[in-house]
Protein backbone atom coordinates (compact mmCIF):
# COMPACT_ATOMS: atom_id res chain seq x y z
CA UNK A 1 0.00 0.00 0.00
CA UNK A 2 2.84 2.90 0.87
CA UNK A 3 4.55 1.58 -2.56
CA UNK A 4 1.21 2.53 -4.40
CA UNK A 5 1.16 5.63 -2.47
CA UNK A 6 4.87 6.50 -3.69
CA UNK A 7 4.10 5.76 -7.28
CA UNK A 8 3.27 9.35 -8.25
CA UNK A 9 7.37 10.05 -8.21
CA UNK A 10 7.99 7.82 -10.95
CA UNK A 11 5.60 8.48 -13.10
CA UNK A 12 7.43 10.41 -16.35
CA UNK A 13 5.75 13.54 -16.98
CA UNK A 14 5.19 12.80 -21.00
CA UNK A 15 2.08 14.67 -22.72
CA UNK A 16 0.68 11.41 -24.04
CA UNK A 17 0.88 9.39 -20.95
CA UNK A 18 -0.15 11.69 -18.05
CA UNK A 19 -3.81 11.15 -18.55
CA UNK A 20 -4.19 7.68 -18.18
CA UNK A 21 -1.60 7.49 -15.48
CA UNK A 22 -3.87 9.79 -13.53
CA UNK A 23 -6.88 7.77 -13.99
CA UNK A 24 -5.19 4.65 -12.73
CA UNK A 25 -4.37 7.16 -9.96
CA UNK A 26 -8.00 7.88 -9.24
CA UNK A 27 -8.56 4.74 -9.09
CA UNK A 28 -5.82 3.66 -6.65
CA UNK A 29 -7.66 6.97 -4.44
CA UNK A 30 -11.07 5.25 -4.81
CA UNK A 31 -9.14 1.73 -3.40
CA UNK A 32 -7.83 3.18 -0.68
CA UNK A 33 -10.88 5.08 0.78
CA UNK A 34 -12.67 1.82 0.78
CA UNK A 35 -13.51 0.44 4.40
CA UNK A 36 -10.95 -2.08 5.10
CA UNK A 37 -9.57 -3.10 8.32
CA UNK A 38 -6.69 -0.61 8.94
CA UNK A 39 -2.94 -1.84 8.60
CA UNK A 40 -0.36 -1.34 11.95
CA UNK A 41 2.15 0.49 10.26
CA UNK A 42 0.76 2.70 8.36
CA UNK A 43 1.48 6.63 8.63
CA UNK A 44 0.62 9.71 6.69
CA UNK A 45 3.11 10.84 4.60
CA UNK A 46 5.10 14.07 6.57
CA UNK A 47 5.60 16.82 4.34
CA UNK A 48 6.48 17.39 0.84
CA UNK A 49 8.49 14.20 -1.24
CA UNK A 50 12.70 14.76 -1.72
CA UNK A 51 11.79 14.82 -5.06
CA UNK A 52 9.49 17.60 -4.70
CA UNK A 53 11.38 19.83 -2.72
CA UNK A 54 14.53 20.46 -5.69
CA UNK A 55 11.97 22.25 -8.25
CA UNK A 56 9.58 24.30 -5.80
CA UNK A 57 10.61 28.42 -6.17
CA UNK A 58 9.58 30.85 -3.54
CA UNK A 59 8.59 34.11 -4.64
CA UNK A 60 9.96 35.28 -1.47
CA UNK A 61 13.33 33.44 -2.18
CA UNK A 62 14.13 34.59 -6.06
CA UNK A 63 12.27 38.32 -5.26
CA UNK A 64 13.93 40.33 -8.49
CA UNK A 65 15.67 43.50 -8.34
CA UNK A 66 13.16 46.27 -8.27
CA UNK A 67 15.99 48.95 -8.12
CA UNK A 68 17.47 47.75 -11.20
CA UNK A 69 14.35 47.46 -13.13
CA UNK A 70 13.06 50.70 -12.35
CA UNK A 71 16.65 52.39 -12.99
CA UNK A 72 16.17 50.68 -16.83
CA UNK A 73 13.12 52.89 -17.23
CA UNK A 74 14.86 55.93 -16.74
CA UNK A 75 11.49 57.88 -15.05
CA UNK A 76 11.82 61.66 -15.50
CA UNK A 77 9.31 61.92 -12.99
CA UNK A 78 11.14 61.17 -9.28
CA UNK A 79 8.00 61.05 -7.51
CA UNK A 80 6.26 58.55 -9.72
CA UNK A 81 9.59 56.55 -9.54
CA UNK A 82 10.17 56.43 -5.79
CA UNK A 83 6.34 55.61 -5.31
CA UNK A 84 6.09 52.52 -7.76
CA UNK A 85 9.58 51.52 -5.85
CA UNK A 86 7.79 52.01 -2.90
CA UNK A 87 4.41 49.60 -3.87
CA UNK A 88 6.87 47.22 -5.85
CA UNK A 89 9.02 46.67 -2.48
CA UNK A 90 6.13 46.34 -0.06
CA UNK A 91 4.42 43.76 -2.37
CA UNK A 92 1.53 46.16 -3.52
CA UNK A 93 1.56 45.11 -7.02
CA UNK A 94 -1.85 45.87 -8.25
CA UNK A 95 -1.18 49.48 -7.52
CA UNK A 96 2.19 49.67 -9.00
CA UNK A 97 1.02 47.57 -12.42
CA UNK A 98 -1.18 50.61 -12.65
CA UNK A 99 1.44 53.39 -12.49
CA UNK A 100 3.64 50.94 -14.77
CA UNK A 101 0.82 51.09 -16.94
CA UNK A 102 0.59 54.72 -16.99
CA UNK A 103 4.63 54.67 -17.56
CA UNK A 104 3.60 52.67 -20.66
CA UNK A 105 0.68 55.03 -21.89
CA UNK A 106 2.83 57.91 -21.94
CA UNK A 107 5.89 56.03 -23.71
CA UNK A 108 2.76 55.30 -26.50
CA UNK A 109 2.09 58.95 -26.61
CA UNK A 110 5.87 59.88 -27.01
CA UNK A 111 6.41 57.29 -29.40
CA UNK A 112 9.42 55.61 -27.13
CA UNK A 113 9.45 52.27 -28.13
CA UNK A 114 12.32 51.28 -25.91
CA UNK A 115 10.87 52.18 -22.71
CA UNK A 116 7.38 50.33 -23.88
CA UNK A 117 9.11 47.59 -24.08
CA UNK A 118 11.06 47.75 -20.87
CA UNK A 119 7.78 49.09 -19.16
CA UNK A 120 5.84 45.92 -20.53
CA UNK A 121 8.76 43.16 -19.60
CA UNK A 122 8.23 44.59 -16.16
CA UNK A 123 4.97 44.43 -15.74
CA UNK A 124 4.67 40.66 -16.73
CA UNK A 125 7.07 40.65 -14.29
CA UNK A 126 5.37 42.01 -11.50
CA UNK A 127 2.42 40.04 -12.86
CA UNK A 128 4.21 36.52 -12.26
CA UNK A 129 5.01 37.22 -8.81
CA UNK A 130 1.00 37.78 -8.04
CA UNK A 131 -0.10 34.52 -9.63
CA UNK A 132 -1.85 36.09 -12.53
CA UNK A 133 0.40 33.94 -15.44
CA UNK A 134 -2.32 34.81 -18.01
CA UNK A 135 -1.41 38.88 -17.61
CA UNK A 136 1.85 38.00 -17.17
CA UNK A 137 1.86 36.27 -20.69
CA UNK A 138 -0.04 39.14 -22.38
CA UNK A 139 2.70 41.60 -21.04
CA UNK A 140 5.42 39.46 -22.22
CA UNK A 141 4.34 38.49 -25.60
CA UNK A 142 3.88 42.09 -26.57
CA UNK A 143 7.55 43.38 -25.14
CA UNK A 144 8.42 40.55 -27.46
CA UNK A 145 7.51 42.07 -29.93
CA UNK A 146 8.48 45.35 -30.13
CA UNK A 147 11.84 44.24 -29.17
CA UNK A 148 11.63 42.24 -32.07
CA UNK A 149 11.01 45.55 -34.39
CA UNK A 150 13.53 46.97 -32.74
CA UNK A 151 16.34 44.74 -33.44
CA UNK A 152 17.35 44.51 -29.93
CA UNK A 153 18.74 41.03 -29.38
CA UNK A 154 18.93 41.48 -25.47
CA UNK A 155 16.07 42.72 -25.02
CA UNK A 156 13.73 39.92 -26.91
CA UNK A 157 16.36 37.44 -24.87
CA UNK A 158 15.28 39.25 -21.69
CA UNK A 159 11.45 38.51 -23.30
CA UNK A 160 12.19 34.90 -23.75
CA UNK A 161 13.95 34.73 -20.11
CA UNK A 162 10.99 35.73 -18.45
CA UNK A 163 8.57 33.94 -20.68
CA UNK A 164 10.53 31.35 -19.78
CA UNK A 165 10.35 31.73 -16.18
CA UNK A 166 6.39 32.42 -16.85
CA UNK A 167 6.20 28.58 -17.73
CA UNK A 168 8.33 27.63 -15.23
CA UNK A 169 6.03 28.96 -12.19
CA UNK A 170 2.98 27.76 -13.75
CA UNK A 171 4.60 24.25 -13.64
CA UNK A 172 5.63 24.40 -10.01
CA UNK A 173 2.27 25.70 -9.02
CA UNK A 174 0.76 22.57 -11.13
CA UNK A 175 3.05 20.19 -8.71
CA UNK A 176 2.20 22.06 -5.45
CA UNK A 177 -1.51 21.80 -6.35
CA UNK A 178 -0.74 17.81 -6.97
CA UNK A 179 1.13 17.36 -3.93
CA UNK A 180 -1.58 19.01 -1.67
CA UNK A 181 -4.07 17.36 -3.44
CA UNK A 182 -2.69 13.98 -2.84
CA UNK A 183 -1.90 15.05 0.55
CA UNK A 184 -5.32 15.68 1.24
CA UNK A 185 -6.18 12.31 -0.16
CA UNK A 186 -4.17 10.54 1.89
CA UNK A 187 -4.89 12.51 5.42
CA UNK A 188 -8.57 11.15 4.33
CA UNK A 189 -7.64 7.84 3.70
CA UNK A 190 -5.87 7.67 7.29
CA UNK A 191 -8.39 8.95 9.38
CA UNK A 192 -11.56 6.75 7.25
CA UNK A 193 -9.00 3.98 8.70
CA UNK A 194 -8.91 5.36 12.31
CA UNK A 195 -5.26 6.33 12.37
CA UNK A 196 -5.03 9.81 13.26
CA UNK A 197 -1.40 10.29 14.20
CA UNK A 198 0.02 13.81 12.73
CA UNK A 199 -2.98 13.95 10.24
CA UNK A 200 -4.13 17.28 11.70
CA UNK A 201 -0.92 18.81 11.17
CA UNK A 202 -0.54 17.31 7.67
CA UNK A 203 -3.87 19.06 7.36
CA UNK A 204 -2.82 22.33 8.48
CA UNK A 205 0.14 22.04 5.81
CA UNK A 206 -2.29 21.59 3.55
CA UNK A 207 -4.66 24.10 4.03
CA UNK A 208 -1.43 26.78 4.34
CA UNK A 209 0.07 25.28 0.99
CA UNK A 210 -3.08 25.88 -0.88
CA UNK A 211 -3.62 29.28 0.72
CA UNK A 212 -0.25 30.40 -0.34
CA UNK A 213 -0.77 29.19 -4.20
CA UNK A 214 -4.40 30.87 -4.41
CA UNK A 215 -6.39 27.39 -4.48
CA UNK A 216 -9.11 28.78 -1.76
CA UNK A 217 -11.49 26.09 -2.66
CA UNK A 218 -8.75 23.07 -1.79
CA UNK A 219 -7.81 25.17 1.35
CA UNK A 220 -12.20 24.96 1.80
CA UNK A 221 -12.16 20.91 1.30
CA UNK A 222 -8.94 20.85 3.59
CA UNK A 223 -10.90 22.72 6.83
CA UNK A 224 -13.44 20.13 6.08
CA UNK A 225 -11.04 17.13 5.93
CA UNK A 226 -9.78 18.46 9.24
CA UNK A 227 -13.57 19.05 10.77
CA UNK A 228 -13.84 15.66 9.71
CA UNK A 229 -10.53 14.45 12.05
CA UNK A 230 -11.86 16.60 14.97
CA UNK A 231 -15.35 14.73 14.83
CA UNK A 232 -13.19 11.14 15.27
CA UNK A 233 -11.66 12.42 17.59
CA UNK A 234 -14.95 14.48 19.85
CA UNK A 235 -13.32 17.59 19.78
CA UNK A 236 -16.36 19.61 18.77
CA UNK A 237 -15.12 23.22 19.72
CA UNK A 238 -12.07 22.49 16.81
CA UNK A 239 -14.84 20.73 14.80
CA UNK A 240 -16.66 23.82 14.77
CA UNK A 241 -13.83 26.36 14.22
CA UNK A 242 -12.83 24.55 11.01
CA UNK A 243 -15.96 24.03 10.15
CA UNK A 244 -16.60 27.79 10.11
CA UNK A 245 -13.23 28.55 8.31
CA UNK A 246 -14.53 26.50 5.86
CA UNK A 247 -17.62 28.29 5.58
CA UNK A 248 -15.73 31.57 5.60
CA UNK A 249 -14.04 30.53 2.22
CA UNK A 250 -16.60 29.53 0.70
CA UNK A 251 -19.05 32.47 1.49
CA UNK A 252 -15.66 34.57 0.22
CA UNK A 253 -16.21 32.74 -3.17
CA UNK A 254 -19.58 33.61 -3.38
CA UNK A 255 -20.55 29.27 -2.77
CA UNK A 256 -23.58 30.20 -0.43
CA UNK A 257 -25.22 26.31 -1.15
CA UNK A 258 -21.78 25.24 0.59
CA UNK A 259 -21.77 27.62 3.09
CA UNK A 260 -25.07 26.69 3.96
CA UNK A 261 -24.39 23.01 4.01
CA UNK A 262 -21.56 23.73 6.92
CA UNK A 263 -23.47 25.86 8.78
CA UNK A 264 -26.43 22.90 9.03
CA UNK A 265 -23.59 20.82 10.56
CA UNK A 266 -22.41 23.13 13.40
CA UNK A 267 -23.05 22.11 17.03
CA UNK A 268 -25.33 25.18 18.24
CA UNK A 269 -26.01 23.78 21.16
CA UNK A 270 -22.55 24.70 22.41
CA UNK A 271 -22.47 28.01 20.91
CA UNK A 272 -24.10 31.10 22.49
CA UNK A 273 -26.73 33.45 19.87
CA UNK A 274 -23.82 36.14 20.40
CA UNK A 275 -21.47 33.78 18.97
CA UNK A 276 -23.69 32.41 16.24
CA UNK A 277 -24.28 35.50 15.24
CA UNK A 278 -21.06 37.00 14.78
CA UNK A 279 -20.23 34.39 12.72
CA UNK A 280 -23.09 34.57 10.40
CA UNK A 281 -22.66 38.32 10.10
CA UNK A 282 -18.75 37.43 9.04
CA UNK A 283 -20.15 35.18 6.54
CA UNK A 284 -22.73 38.14 5.04
CA UNK A 285 -19.37 40.35 5.22
CA UNK A 286 -17.42 37.81 2.81
CA UNK A 287 -20.30 37.13 0.56
CA UNK A 288 -21.16 40.88 -0.11
CA UNK A 289 -17.21 41.37 -0.77
CA UNK A 290 -17.54 38.90 -3.20
CA UNK A 291 -20.54 40.42 -4.96
CA UNK A 292 -18.83 43.90 -4.75
CA UNK A 293 -15.70 42.13 -6.02
CA UNK A 294 -18.00 40.74 -9.27
CA UNK A 295 -19.14 43.65 -10.05
CA UNK A 296 -15.99 45.73 -10.35
CA UNK A 297 -14.50 42.99 -12.11
CA UNK A 298 -17.14 43.01 -14.37
CA UNK A 299 -16.30 46.76 -14.97
CA UNK A 300 -12.44 45.77 -15.78
CA UNK A 301 -13.57 43.73 -18.41
CA UNK A 302 -15.64 45.74 -19.87
CA UNK A 303 -13.25 48.28 -19.61
CA UNK A 304 -10.27 46.22 -21.55
CA UNK A 305 -12.40 45.54 -23.98
CA UNK A 306 -12.85 49.23 -25.16
CA UNK A 307 -9.06 49.14 -24.94
CA UNK A 308 -9.11 46.33 -27.72
CA UNK A 309 -11.91 48.28 -29.50
CA UNK A 310 -10.10 51.81 -29.57
CA UNK A 311 -6.92 50.07 -30.35
CA UNK A 312 -8.50 48.26 -33.59
CA UNK A 313 -10.13 51.78 -34.15
CA UNK A 314 -6.40 53.13 -34.20
CA UNK A 315 -6.99 55.61 -31.30
CA UNK A 316 -4.08 54.13 -29.41
CA UNK A 317 -4.04 56.85 -26.40
CA UNK A 318 -7.90 56.71 -26.21
CA UNK A 319 -7.42 52.89 -25.64
CA UNK A 320 -4.87 53.15 -23.26
CA UNK A 321 -6.86 55.07 -20.78
CA UNK A 322 -9.56 52.06 -20.79
CA UNK A 323 -6.46 50.13 -20.24
CA UNK A 324 -5.27 51.80 -17.05
CA UNK A 325 -9.29 52.24 -15.52
CA UNK A 326 -9.26 48.36 -16.86
CA UNK A 327 -6.50 48.02 -14.19
CA UNK A 328 -7.47 50.27 -11.23
CA UNK A 329 -10.68 48.65 -11.32
CA UNK A 330 -9.37 45.18 -10.48
CA UNK A 331 -6.77 46.55 -7.83
CA UNK A 332 -9.85 47.08 -5.91
CA UNK A 333 -10.84 43.09 -5.92
CA UNK A 334 -9.38 41.00 -3.43
CA UNK A 335 -7.44 37.81 -4.24
CA UNK A 336 -10.27 35.68 -3.76
CA UNK A 337 -12.23 37.26 -6.71
CA UNK A 338 -9.29 36.51 -9.45
CA UNK A 339 -8.67 33.41 -8.13
CA UNK A 340 -12.27 32.00 -7.29
CA UNK A 341 -12.56 29.29 -10.14
CA UNK A 342 -9.31 27.14 -11.24
CA UNK A 343 -9.44 23.88 -13.17
CA UNK A 344 -9.23 20.43 -12.13
CA UNK A 345 -6.08 19.39 -10.59
CA UNK A 346 -5.49 16.67 -13.45
CA UNK A 347 -6.09 19.38 -16.47
CA UNK A 348 -4.03 21.54 -14.77
CA UNK A 349 -1.30 18.74 -14.11
CA UNK A 350 -1.59 17.67 -17.72
CA UNK A 351 -1.43 21.29 -19.17
CA UNK A 352 1.85 21.64 -17.21
CA UNK A 353 3.81 19.66 -19.36
CA UNK A 354 3.16 21.98 -22.27
CA UNK A 355 4.56 24.68 -20.00
CA UNK A 356 7.25 22.91 -18.86
CA UNK A 357 8.33 22.58 -22.79
CA UNK A 358 7.74 26.21 -23.76
CA UNK A 359 10.40 26.88 -20.40
CA UNK A 360 12.67 24.57 -22.17
CA UNK A 361 12.37 26.03 -25.69
CA UNK A 362 12.25 29.88 -24.31
CA UNK A 363 15.16 29.42 -22.28
CA UNK A 364 16.90 28.04 -24.99
CA UNK A 365 16.01 30.64 -27.01
CA UNK A 366 17.63 33.16 -24.43
CA UNK A 367 20.37 31.13 -23.29
CA UNK A 368 21.58 31.46 -27.31
CA UNK A 369 21.09 35.18 -27.90
CA UNK A 370 23.26 36.05 -24.60
CA UNK A 371 25.67 33.83 -25.90
CA UNK A 372 25.99 35.54 -28.89
CA UNK A 373 25.95 39.19 -27.86
CA UNK A 374 28.46 37.94 -24.98
CA UNK A 375 26.01 38.54 -21.94
CA UNK A 376 27.47 36.11 -19.65
CA UNK A 377 25.96 36.72 -16.66
CA UNK A 378 22.44 36.71 -17.92
CA UNK A 379 23.58 33.35 -20.01
CA UNK A 380 24.47 32.28 -16.47
CA UNK A 381 21.10 32.79 -14.70
CA UNK A 382 19.21 31.13 -17.86
CA UNK A 383 21.32 28.39 -17.31
CA UNK A 384 20.62 28.13 -13.61
CA UNK A 385 16.73 28.50 -14.49
CA UNK A 386 16.73 25.65 -16.85
CA UNK A 387 17.90 23.32 -13.58
CA UNK A 388 14.17 24.44 -12.43
CA UNK A 389 12.38 22.72 -15.17
CA UNK A 390 10.85 19.48 -14.04
Same mark, same amino acid.
Given at each position: ?????????????????TVP??????????????????????????????????????????????????????????????????????? %?? +?? *?? #?? @? =????? &???? !??? %?? +?? *?? #?? @? =????? &???? !????????????????????????????????????????????????????????????????????????????????????????????????????????????????????????????????????????????????????????????????????????????????????????????????????????????DRS?????????????????ARE?????????????????????????????????
Amino acid at each position: MVAMLKLRQHIPDHTFTTVPVLAVLFAIHYFLLRDEPAIDGIELTRGAPAYYEHWQWSVEAEEFDVDAEIERLQLEDAERDRRIRDLLHTG %QY +RQ *AR #TM @L =LEVAA &ASVV !QND %QE +RL *AD #TL @L =LLGEV &AIHQ !QELAAAEIYLQEALHLTIQQDNLVGTARCYQMLGQLNIRARELARRAANTYDELWQARNMTSRGLYHGVGDNLQRVIKENLEIRRYGSAADAYEALASLYDKLHDNYQARQARIEAAMLFASMGQMSQVRRLLNRLDRESMTAAEMDAVEIEIQRQFERYQQDTVQASQAQDYQMLYHHYLRRGEVERAWQFRIKSSETQARTSDRSVFQRQADIVAVLYSSNFARERARSYLEKAGSIFTEEGVFEALEQTQEMKTLIY
